[in-house]
C-alpha cells in the first residue's frame, strides 16, 4: 500500500470544533480530504478556552469522527487561531552574508529571518507567524527571493503575529492530552488568505477578512506582502443576540431568521404581467413577512418582516464590522494601497447585504471567498464557513508538512505510541476508530 503524507487541521471556534484530514502526494500532488466533521463548540468563549474538559470532549468528538471517515488515525494537527489576543507588528533584521564567495544561501535566509524575529514581545506574548516580506541586498531593495544573488550584507522585513501565550498552551495541553502533537498555530486570516486571495489581488493589495463567531480575522497585503493583520472584536454571533434581542425571541430562533434573510426573494419581488401597482404593491408587503413556521420558529407573538430586521436590527452591527476595520485602515494609511479590496470569509461571510453595506462604507470593491474545489471534497465545507480551514491544509502543504501514514488504520500503528498516561483514552480512541 503506498504511502501519502497526510495533514490534518483543527479549528476550535466559539462556534464549532471542525477536523478536516487532507493526503497528497503518492500518485497525486494535489490535497484530497479524506475526513471531516464539524461539532457543536463547549467551553469556548471569545476564542479562548472557559472549561478545559468541555473543549477537550468537543475536539474529541469532532477529531474522533473525523479519523473514522478517514480510516486513519492522525497524531499531529495544524490549529487556527484568532480572537483579540492576537497582535501584530514589522519588524526588520539584518546579517553578513557568510558564503565567501558572497552568494546568499538558504542558510543566509533562515539567519536574517531569524534576526527579525528577535523582537522585544511582552513576556506573556508568544510568536506564532515570522512572515517574511522583503528583502535587501546591499543597497538593493524590494527583493522577495535572494538565493543565488551576491552581496555582502542581507537584510530583511518581516510580519511577526504574536498571540497571548496562556491561550495557546490550553490549546495545546488539550490536544496534546488526546495524543496530538500541535505542528504549529496559523492565524484565521492567514489561513483564509491562503484560499480566498488570488496572487494578483496581493499583488495589487487587497485585504482577507474572516469573520467568525465571537470576533474577526484580517490580514492586509499590499505589494504581494503582508502588511498588517489584528482582530477585531465584534462576529456573526453578536448580529444573532441583536436579533434575538431585538425581536424578543431566543438565539436558537434569531439564528434560524438570520439564515432564513439568506435566501434571495427577487424572483417573488419581480411585478408579474397584467399585475396593478396596488397587487404588486400587496404582494411585495406579504412577501416582506417571515414565515416563521416554514422554520419551525414557535412562540412568537409579533409579526416579523425582513425589512424590519435586516434595516433595524442587523444593519447596525454589520456596518459596525466594517467601520472598525475601516478605521483600522485609516490609522494606517492603507485605503490607497488596497484598490483591490475586501475578501470576506467565515461564517458570517455569507450575511445579507454583508457585500453592499461593505462597499458602500469602505468605498473599496468587496466579494464573498470561497474555498477552492478539492478532490474528496464533501459539500458541507465549499462554503466560507470553513475557508480558513481549508486554507490551513494549503498552509501546511506549503510547509512541506505531513505524516507519512497509509490509508488504513494499522492495530501496530496504534499501539507503537501508547505510553501509561492517558492509556484509557487512547484504547477508546482505537475502538472507536474500528467502528463504520
Do not use: W
Amino acid at each position: 500500500m503506498s504511502k501519502e503524507n497526510v495533514i490534518t487541521a483543527i479549528d476550535i471556534g466559539s462556534d464549532k470544533v471542525a477536523t478536516l484530514i487532507a493526503s497528497y502526494g503518492g500518485d497525486s500532488p494535489q490535497l484530497r480530504i479524506l475526513g471531516f466533521s464539524a461539532v457543536s463548540s463547549m467551553g469556548i468563549k471569545k476564542s479562548a478556552i472557559v472549561n478545559l474538559e468541555s473543549v477537550l470532549g468537543s475536539i474529541e468528538k469532532s477529531l474522533n469522527s473525523a479519523e473514522r471517515m478517514a480510516g486513519m488515525s492522525v497524531h499531529s494537527a495544524y490549529v487556527l487561531v484568532s480572537g483579540a489576543h492576537v497582535t501584530s507588528k514589522n519588524s526588520k533584521g539584518v546579517v553578513a552574508v557568510a558564503n565567501p564567495d558572497q552568494e546568499i544561501t538558504q542558510t543566509d535566509v533562515d539567519r536574517v529571518i531569524e534576526a527579525a524575529r528577535a523582537i522585544s514581545v511582552p513576556s506573556e506574548s508568544e510568536v506564532i507567524h515570522v512572515v517574511p516580506r522583503f528583502f535587501k541586498v546591499d543597497s538593493q531593495a524590494g527583493i522577495k527571493d535572494p538565493i543565488g544573488m551576491t552581496g555582502v550584507r542581507l537584510e530583511s522585513e518581516a510580519h511577526i503575529i504574536t498571540g497571548l501565550g496562556t491561550t495557546l498552551k490550553n490549546f495545546r495541553k488539550c490536544l496534546n492530552d488526546l495524543g496530538i502533537e500541535v505542528a504549529g498555530f496559523v492565524f484565521a486570516a492567514l489561513a483564509a488568505a491562503e484560499v480566498t486571495l488570488t496572487e494578483t489581488e496581493k499583488e495589487l493589495g487587497a485585504v482577507a477578512l474572516d469573520i467568525g463567531a465571537d470576533s474577526s480575522s484580517f490580514c492586509v497585503y499590499v505589494d504581494g506582502a503582508l502588511e498588517l493583520s489584528g482582530s477585531l472584536p465584534v462576529g456573526a454571533r453578536h448580529i444573532t443576540q441583536d436579533i434575538a434581542l431585538g425581536c424578543r425571541i431566543d438565539r436558537e430562533n434569531a439564528e434560524k431568521i438570520k439564515l432564513s434573510l439568506s435566501d434571495s426573494l427577487d424572483a417573488v419581488l419581480k411585478p408579474m404581467p397584467g399585475e396593478s401597482k396596488k397587487e404588486f404593491t400587496l404582494r411585495k408587503k406579504a412577501a416582506d413577512v417571515i414565515d416563521l413556521d416554514k422554520y419551525g420558529i414557535v412562540g412568537v407573538k409579533d409579526e416579523l418582516t425582513r425589512s424590519f430586521v435586516i434595516n433595524r436590527i442587523m444593519y447596525p452591527r454589520i456596518r459596525e464590522i466594517i467601520t472598525l476595520l475601516g478605521e483600522r485602515l485609516d490609522r494606517e494609511n492603507l485605503f490607497s494601497e488596497v484598490p483591490a479590496g475586501l475578501i470576506i470569509s467565515g461564517g458570517g461571510a455569507q450575511t445579507i447585504e454583508l457585500i453592499e453595506i461593505a462597499e458602500k462604507v469602505l468605498g473599496l470593491p468587496a466579494r464573498v471567498g470561497y474555498p477552492p474545489d478539492l478532490e474528496g471534497v464533501i459539500s458541507e465545507i465549499k462554503t466560507p464557513s470553513f475557508s480558513a480551514s481549508v486554507g490551513l491544509l494549503v498552509y501546511g502543504q506549503r510547509q512541506g508538512a505531513g505524516e507519512a501514514v497509509s490509508h488504513k488504520l494499522k492495530v501496530s500503528e496504534v499501539f507503537k505510541d501508547f505510553k501509561l498516561k492517558n492509556t484509557g483514552k487512547k484504547i477508546v480512541k482505537f475502538l472507536q476508530n474500528l467502528l463504520p
